[in-house]
């Protein structure tokens, strides 16, 4: 395990946290075991002093001398009686004696070994002073005793947790490895790549869901963008087979001045056909990059509307009406009509007769809405009409559609201008419907 990992800071964390906090509470359980032992000593002596007290106020002197570690002092500071075990040795000194108010409790040392004693002094009846005292070796002993074991138990208790931690963040970032690992293993978006199921609903379990969605619309994408190379491919291929072919006809012909006029003629329109795909995927790829330049300028998009009917009504054959309010917006000229030749083409391309053009104008927009009487978009067309290369293969050929490109360049010119497009089916012509809003 690596000292930067995630898994070695979280032990070391842990590890320094649980020591701290193990360490503070064996100090404070030392210390209130230690105190529970003096609190025990001295409810000894405050019984034994009690009890001594209490007999020589009836007049038993000799309960003193009966007591295991008392003496009996006169005002004065003269010994009056005291244990055998203190023959010789006194635990008050005169003066102690005859400053002593109230009642105390004092630690000493008795000689001549220095036996560490712990004692309660109290006054009692006539001015007389009594002194109980308790040996404290063996509490002195449990103590240091018991200082030891806490002191040797401290690190066999942080190693056990220590090792705990250490299987629990193990067992909690074990998902997280074989995440890395599989997410590792996938060199390219393939289908049949999937990450490791994390079951629950922790913040892990949360994650593995959450980067399984990324790849599945990362996967998405990666169809998407093969789908566009493969069809681009495929559109460059056939105008280029077909300019060769006819080039290779003319270069043959040489000589037959219709026929190489005819020749160069259907080259010219593949070329044409070329320039066109050349432009629009130029186009798409600008819009996407965000450098797609607008010459802007107050247009009246119903002005601009009649004036692209005129022109492409004898182009693609239908018969185009056009209705609505006069409504100016900021616009580029060129790229819209451009996008109306493209929704009329579309419109002519499914086998529309007739196509209505309608501006409508909205407090905040301006819409701009195509519909024709042909056959609409299929049910499960109308949410992928605007990606590239898409055809609603029921409605088009390959050779009416075009290179699918158009509803693309529509939608990419609506963005451009800060607008929005969606498409339907029904009124008012019942095929297609496509609107284009563009803010005002």
């Known amino acids: 395990m690596a000292p930067g990992s995630l898994r070695g800071r979280l032990l070391l964390a842990f590890t320094l946290g649980t020591s701290v906090a193990l360490i503070l509470c064996l100090i404070l359980l030392y210390v209130l075991l230690v105190e529970q032992l003096n609190a025990a000593l001295d409810e000894d002596l405050a019984e034994r002093s009690h009890d001594v007290a209490t007999a020589a106020t009836r007049g038993d002197i000799g309960a003193a001398g009966r007591d295991p570690l008392a003496q009996l002092y006169a005002d004065d500071g003269t010994l009056i009686i005291g244990s055998p075990p203190l023959a010789r040795v006194r635990l008050l000194s005169v003066s102690e004696v005859r ?29 007389r002073v009594l002194a109980v005292a308790v040996p404290t070796r063996p509490m002195n002993v449990a103590r240091s005793r018991l200082g030891w074991v806490l002191f ?40 049949g790549w999937r990450l490791p199921t994390v079951p629950g609903h922790d913040e892990i ?21 093969r789908a566009f190379v493969d069809d681009a491919s495929h559109e460059l291929r056939g105008p280029i087979a077909v300019l060769r072919g006819q080039l290779e006809l003319a270069r043959a ?18 070329t044409d056909r070329l320039t066109r795909l050349t ?47 006069p409504a100016v917006v900021d616009a580029d000229a060129d ?30 927009q301006v819409t701009i809405e195509v519909a024709d009487d042909g056959p609409g978009f299929p049910p499960d067309f109308v949410d992928s009409a605007f990606e590239r290369f898409t055809r609603a ?48």
């Open 205 to 225: 379990a949360e994650l593995a869901r959450t980067l399984e969605a990324l790849l599945a619309r990362l996967r998405v994408a990666f169809e998407r963008e």
């Open 253 to 270: 012909t040489v000589g037959e001045h219709r026929q190489v006029d005819r020749l160069l003629g259907a080259a010219l329109i593949e």
């Open 152 to 191: 040797l138990a401290a690190p066999t208790l942080v190693g056990v947790l220590a090792l705990a931690a250490w299987g629990v963040i193990r067992a909690a970032l074990g998902p997280v490895r074989r995440l890395t690992r599989e997410a590792a293993a996938i060199s390219s978006l393939d289908t």
């Open 279 to 325: 432009d629009d995927l130029l186009l798409l790829a600008r819009e996407r990059a965000g450098t797609l330049l607008l010459r802007r300028e107050p247009l009246d998009l119903l002005d601009l509307a009649v004036a692209e009917a005129r022109r492409l009504e004898p182009v693609l054959g239908v018969r185009i009406g056009v209705t609505g309010d």
């Open 99 to 127: 400053g002593l108010t109230g009642r105390r409790v004092v630690h000493r040392s008795l000689p001549p070994r220095g036996t560490p004693v712990r004692m309660l002094t109290r006054r009692i009846r006539e001015g």
């Open 335 to 364: 790229r819209l009509c451009r996008l109306i030749a493209n929704l009329v083409g579309n419109s002519a391309a499914a086998g529309a007769r007739a196509v209505l053009l309608t501006i409508r104008r909205h407090p905040h």
């Open 393 to 440: 293969d029921t409605a088009r050929t390959r050779g009416s559609a075009g290179a699918g490109l158009g509803l693309s360049i529509v939608r990419s010119i609506a963005a451009a201008h800060g607008g929005s497009v969606d498409a339907r089916n029904g009124p008012p012509l019942g095929g297609a419907v496509i609107a284009v809003h563009l803010p005002v």
